[in-house]
């Protein structure tokens, strides 16, 4: 069995088209990618979260050590 791959991206400083441009360089099929949000000011999350959702990925939302968080996986084709 693969054991996904899983890297964590402090995403507070990032924009929208600078995740989806991180993205879709970076992310493989079957790996996962923790996109650390923080505090969520300006609903953030939520922003990234529907952006992400209509581009075709698979999306959960995350809390973890009081910071928000999206894990974002690739789907498979």
Same mark, same amino acid.
């Given at each position: 069995?693969?054991?996904?791959k899983n890297?964590?991206?402090?995403?507070?400083?990032?924009?929208?088209?600078?995740?989806?441009?991180?993205?879709?360089?970076?992310?493989?099929?079957?790996?996962?990618?923790?996109?650390?949000?923080?505090?969520n000011?300006?609903e953030?999350?939520?922003?990234?979260y529907?952006?992400?959702?209509? #581009?075709?990925?698979?999306? #959960?939302?995350?809390?973890?050590?009081?910071?928000?968080?999206i894990?974002?996986?690739?789907?498979?084709?």
């Amino acid at each position: 069995m693969k054991q996904n791959k899983n890297e964590i991206i402090n995403a507070e400083s990032l924009n929208i088209d600078t995740t989806l441009e991180k993205l879709s360089k970076e992310l493989k099929p079957d790996e996962t990618l923790i996109l650390d949000v923080g505090n969520n000011y300006f609903e953030q999350t939520d922003a990234i979260y529907d952006t992400l959702v209509m #581009r075709g990925y698979d999306v #959960r939302k995350s809390f973890k050590n009081g910071r928000n968080q999206i894990l974002v996986s690739k789907k498979r084709q």
